[in-house]
């Protein structure tokens, strides 16, 4: 381990010297030597740069991947019936190369790296193999990380915080925390971002978060990568290095698959193997440099001075029969252009190979994931503790909305507190003073409610990645999530409760105010329960009407009875006890008014002097407190219940995707 502080010395060495050795006259490209320069990314210096991750190709080594796949179709089902997107394409993706997948807009170059990486299962024919065996999922999704293409990186950490905690999530127990230190810092020498680990994720430019998005993924050493289509937003030089940084990945024995919609001919020229989408079929596989004679047998001729990629998918766009004279010669994928092989007719040769000590291998590796019975690399507890930190110290640096919930809590009490001044104790206003248990009722409910509304789809997808490449389990993640509130919860909902409760004149025993506050965060933790659920199942923008109007209605059932407490039908106690504001406006009046004998009287006569009165007229004679709490932590369990089945439901597309099927069914037949 003595060697871990001498990374930075070696990478700069190895750089320095690869630098040294290039120059304008011996470079294939003056102009591309110039942008290098510039960037300081030259291939030479990244590729010799690349022997700095010794530590992290020895401490996890994973087996090198070949992924086959054959007659591969996807078929999906909307209200117009349905629609084929790929038609029984086949291909090979080798480990040790970088591969691009091209194509026009719709050709299915997404959906074809979605079923490859697991992400889409439903719907799929055809056959996919991993070194020459059945792909077996569980373990697949162990060896492969996938990179989308609106992949967000967690806020307020910093680059070397994001790369501990993923080292802490993805290699568990495997490696000690020396260990993972040198990873991390070798990790972050290799691709850049050395001189940025104090620097908070939100902060870095564009290439750079990319490069940390493939940093993060790269900790646990996966010998297969997917990316799609992860140059969009980027400038040509931030391009260029991260395709270059890639390639760089793959010479180290990794599987490194990327959709690019229209690469430049310098970066055409980078990848070691293309394959070519167009209307679902493909249209060419193999080497870049043999793309332009394999297009010249059809009859298409690309100009000397033409790019490549913009000539093949200018053909396949105006030439809707092109797409089909090329996939009839490349039979659809099941035909590779080498350019060490080259034969008659441009080289074609079948695409299936049969590696033995890459097959052994793998055997090996596959027989160790399945005994060691581990869907996660860290268990429950440790997951638990590692995302709870993470959230807190999340929380605890979000200033900025700390000082607006603040402000919201402290402006609103002072408010209510005004509004009803010195009115608990009055027995001639009683009403008025169900009214203030009301507007309590009404500020934690919308408060808890729409923050979660707002905020939380923005977390699901920032979940969806890390918990699609098995980072940590939903169960792990969301009992983090429910308990990263609760500190700022407690103290803001406190503050508030002690300025209304003063200010409004209630009876200053500690007992009942205690009563009080633990009805108002019961019903805060069960109102942000009630928001996760809608903010689990719905867009910003939906959930922003859906929850409101499903909140409208209960809180009308809540005050119902008002004045003809004794009267209220027995169909409407039954609705009232469907809500769960119901529960808190009781538990509210119970706290205030329960084992009380006798209220002030400023006037001659007061027919409210009995507080037993006052609950008699709302409906509640007869409540006891411990009821109504038990009402709101059973409705507590229930909201997050739900949103955790409609987050898990949310997460897995193709029964996402069914189910929207399902609904344009109904819809269509009614």
């Not at 790929?86 to 979605?114: D, Q």
């Not at 005994?371 to 268990?379: A, D, R």
């Not at 506050?517 to 109102?527: E, M, R, T």
């Not at 409906?619 to 709490?629: K, S």
């Amino acid at each position: 381990m003595a060697n871990a502080h001498n990374v930075p010395l070696v990478r700069k060495a190895i750089a320095g010297a690869a630098l040294a050795n290039i120059t304008p006259s011996t470079h294939p490209n003056p102009v591309v030597f110039e942008e290098e320069q510039e960037s300081h990314w030259t291939p030479a210096a990244l590729e010799r740069a690349g022997s700095t991750l010794k530590a992290l190709n020895r401490m996890a080594k994973r087996p090198p991947v070949h992924i086959l796949f054959e007659d591969v179709s996807y078929t999906v089902s909307s209200h117009k019936g349905e629609r084929k997107i790929l038609h029984n394409v086949s291909g090979e993706f080798r480990s040790g190369e970088l591969t691009c997948i091209l194509g026009p807009s719709g050709a299915g170059k997404s959906t074809l790296l979605n079923i490859l990486a697991g992400y889409n299962t439903n719907g799929v024919h055809g056959r996919i193999t991993v070194n020459g065996h059945s792909r077996d999922m569980c373990v697949f999704k162990k060896l492969s990380s996938y990179i989308m293409q609106d992949d967000l990186l967690q806020p307020r950490l910093t680059v070397q915080e994001s790369m501990r905690i993923a080292a802490d999530l993805k290699l568990g127990k495997e490696l000690g925390r020396a260990e993972k230190e040198l990873i991390v810092e070798e990790i972050l020498q290799t691709l850049g971002l050395w001189n940025h680990r104090n620097t908070m994720s939100d902060r870095l430019s564009g290439g750079q978060q990319k490069r940390l998005s493939v940093a993060l993924e790269l900790v646990n050493n996966p010998p297969i990568i997917f990316l799609d289509e992860p140059t969009t937003g980027l400038d040509i030089v931030s391009i260029r290095q991260l395709v270059v940084l890639l390639r760089l990945l793959s010479r180290q024995g990794r599987t490194i698959v990327c959709t690019i919609h229209q690469p430049s001919a310098s970066l055409f020229a980078l990848f070691d193997r293309i394959y070519v989408l167009a209307r679902g079929m493909c249209c060419y596989q193999g080497a870049p440099q043999l793309l332009v004679p394999y297009m010249a047998e059809v009859g298409h001729i690309c100009p000397t001075t033409h790019n490549p990629a913009d000539f093949v998918l200018e053909t396949l766009v105006s030439n809707v029969e092109s797409a089909a004279q090329l996939a009839e010669l490349c039979q659809n994928g099941k035909l590779c252009r080498k350019l060490d092989r080259m034969a008659v007719r441009g080289g074609k040769r079948p695409i299936l190979h049969s590696d033995e000590s890459v097959q052994r291998i793998f055997v090996e590796h596959v027989a160790k994931e399945q005994t060691t019975k581990m869907e996660f690399p860290t268990t429950f507890w440790t997951q638990f503790m590692i995302i709870s930190k993470r959230m807190f110290i999340q929380n605890r640096r979000n200033m900025v909305s700390i000082w607006i919930q603040l402000a919201h809590h402290l402006v609103s009490a002072v408010l209510l507190g005004s509004i009803f001044f010195n009115i608990g104790n009055n027995a001639a206003v009683p009403v008025v003073n169900f009214k203030f248990c009301l507007s309590c009722l009404v500020f934690f409910m919308y408060t808890y409610t729409m923050i979660p509304v707002l905020v939380f789809p923005f977390q699901v997808r920032l979940l969806r990645r890390e918990y699609f490449n098995r980072w940590y389990s939903l169960k792990a993640y969301y009992a983090a999530l429910s308990i990263s509130s609760l500190p700022i919860m407690f103290i803001l909902g406190m503050l508030f409760m002690v300025t209304t409760y003063l200010m409004s004149g209630q009876m200053l025993e500690w007992d009942r105010f205690a009563l009080f506050s633990v009805a108002g965060i019961l019903i805060a933790f069960c109102s942000e329960g009630f928001g996760l659920a809608v903010g689990s199942a719905f867009s910003v923008t939906n959930g922003s009407i859906v929850a409101p109007a499903c909140a409208a209605p209960l809180l009308a059932l809540a005050c119902y009875g008002l004045g003809f407490g004794p009267y209220i039908e027995g169909t409407m106690k039954a609705l009232m006890s469907a809500s769960f504001l119901r529960y808190g406006v009781a538990s509210f009046s119970l706290a205030l008014y329960q084992h009380r004998t006798y209220m002030e009287c400023p006037e001659d006569f007061c027919l409210y002097s009995d507080p037993q009165l006052i609950l008699r007229d709302v409906g509640m004679e007869g409540d006891t407190y411990a009821f109504q709490i038990l009402g709101l932590v059973v409705f507590s369990i229930i909201h997050r219940t739900l949103a955790y089945m409609a987050l898990r439901y949310r997460l897995t597309a193709e029964f996402s995707n069914r189910f929207m099927t399902y609904v344009s069914k109904v819809l269509k037949h009614r």
